[in-house]
């Protein structure tokens, strides 16, 4: 995968952290996600087309769902409900929405988040992807952006 | 939702399972997705967007899972390895883009399929979505799509 589309959500994620959340996010180096590894307890996942072939996973350790729900219902949900849903759902949409702006030229579009929850759950993407891995450490806990791109090839 | 986005996905996954897999697939009926059902142990989720935005997640148990990759690649895995991720992920892509080819007018386009794995994970939409859960008996064991799709509102 090509580097330059991670940067856009690597940039994204920060801003979106540090303008909605007042959350300094710390990024550590980025790493090329294998199959076997252990999500994160809460993941928002949006698709991406276009011009481009993509899915955007942001992963978050739950008490980092709940500080992120916290701040955008300005009341902490009493558990991983359909409030924290919406949130996660929400925070996916603009990390991957913002990411794509960045992209200009590829007229991409976003897809509707999905939220998935529960401790061993495994998300994983084609094996002709190469997805690449961004953990950031917070004051909250550790956020993952996971983002695989593939460029359409030409109909021949 | 609009009732008339999800014949079809409908259609298009039970002309998959004829046609890729000799596999007779028999409909139950429709219902609305609550937030806590429990999920398939593998699903193929795929982003739309377009006209619309949404999602379809294609739930299955882990002997379908298995079957499916096992017709694919012409011998059975040993478990649910990554030929078993992309065997799904190709599954999802394929009726997702069947169903979407039935949308005419949408100018919908897929994203990258992503593939969960793990027994006791939830997949949820936000709130505002009303997903569509369509279930199917096979001689495998149940298959389940949901759809999830939503109308873009104009910019005023």
New interface residues.
């Given amino acids: 995968m090509n580097v330059q589309y991670i940067n856009p959500f690597l940039l994204a994620t920060i801003a979106t952290f540090d303008t909605m959340f007042r959350c300094v996010l710390t990024r550590e180096d980025p790493y090329i996600k294998t199959?076997d590894q252990p999500s994160h307890e809460v993941s928002g996942?949006?698709?991406?087309?276009?011009k481009a072939?993509?899915?955007v996973?942001v992963g978050l350790d739950r008490e980092v769902a709940m500080k992120v729900a916290e701040i955008m219902l300005q009341e902490r949900p009493a558990d991983i409900n359909?409030?924290v849903?919406?949130a996660v759902?929400?925070l996916a949409n603009i990390i991957a929405g913002g990411g794509k702006r960045h992209l200009t030229g590829m007229e991409m579009?976003?897809?509707?988040?999905?939220?998935?929850?529960?401790?061993?759950?495994?998300?994983?993407?084609?094996?002709?992807?190469i997805p690449i891995c961004i953990p950031f450490r917070s004051e909250w806990g550790p956020v993952t952006v996971e983002v695989?791109?593939?460029e359409l090839t030409p109909n021949p």
Same sequence: chains 1, 2.
Avoid: A
């Fill in positions: 199959s996942i949006i698709g991406l087309s276009g072939q993509g899915t996973v359909s409030e849903i919406d759902g929400e579009s976003v897809s509707l988040p999905t939220v998935i929850t529960g401790k061993h759950h495994c998300i994983q993407f084609p094996s002709k992807i695989g791109i593939s």
